[in-house]
T-cell receptor, first 114, second 113 residues
Framework: QQQVKQSPQSLIVQKGGISIINCAYE??????FPWYQQFPGKGPALLIA?????SEKKEGRFTISFNKSAKQFSLHIMDSQPGDSATYFC?????????????FGTGTRLQVTL | NAGVTQTPKFRVLKTGQSMTLLCAQD?????MYWYRQDPGMGLRLIHY???????AKGEVPDGYNVSRLKKQNFLLGLESAAPSQTSVYFC????????????FGQGTRLTVV
């Protein structure tokens, strides 16, 4: 049972273009939606996160768009750069006072070409 | 400040052998986690701990055991390794409960032949 569905599996974008990765979730109890970035041979690292009380969050070139009614959220990378080439994971967790048991999507491998 | 450190980084086991993966964090985090990463499947939670002396099962706990005898360490054990346990294992820790950043180690690549 996959609670967080991520697409596409891979993505090739030209330098300067916009990268868009989408995720959909099933459990309406989720209340924290982070995106993690992973470079080859490294562990994932938090990129940006959002809570369902806002519809958008922007940090530099990275933006999360959140649609609570559709149970979807997406990552937009503006002016994509070769250094953004990595695997991106969306995730979700729920509850307070409990361990942050993140449920991850299956990942999107992004390649930004020159 | 090393963050989350995993030992070893690579290991090859024969079917049936046992081993322990060590995770150490120096951030005084209460919560620690073990995930496995497999192609096309994302990261799946194996076991986690909400504090020293506690452990709990995650999504895919079968074939693994864990211990959290000290706050800074979280051990993952494989008693009898199977080829299906070939994977990259990541340890993570977080300061507070749900909704806060999880910090990951660099991973342990385990191959069971």
């Amino acid at each position: 049972q996959q609670q967080v569905k991520q697409s596409p599996q891979s993505l090739i974008v030209q330098k300067g273009g916009i990268s868009i990765i989408n995720c959909a979730y099933e459990n309406t109890a989720f209340d924290y939606f982070p995106w993690y970035q992973q470079f080859p041979g490294k562990g994932p690292a938090l990129l940006i996160a959002i809570r369902p009380d806002v519809s958008e969050k922007k940090e530099g070139r990275f933006t999360i768009s959140f649609n609570k009614s559709a149970k979807q959220f997406s990552l937009h990378i503006m002016d994509s750069q070769p250094g953004d080439s990595a695997t991106y994971f969306c995730a979700a967790s729920m509850g307070t006072g409990t361990a942050s048991k993140l449920t991850f999507g299956t990942g999107t491998r992004l390649q930004v070409t020159l | 400040n090393a963050g989350v450190t995993q030992t070893p980084k690579f290991r090859v086991l024969k079917t049936g052998q046992s081993m322990t993966l060590l995770c150490a964090q120096d951030m005084n985090h209460e919560y620690m986690y073990w995930y496995r990463q497999d192609p096309g499947m994302g990261l799946r939670l194996i076991h986690y701990s909400v504090g020293e002396g506690t452990t709990a099962k995650g999504e895919v706990p079968d074939g693994y055991n864990v211990s959290r005898l000290k706050k800074q360490n979280f051990l993952l054990g494989l008693e009898s390794a199977a080829p299906s346990q070939t994977s990259v294992y990541f340890c993570a820790s977080s300061y507070m409960a749900a909704g806060t950043e999880a910090f990951f180690g660099q991973g342990t690549r385990l191959t069971v032949v």
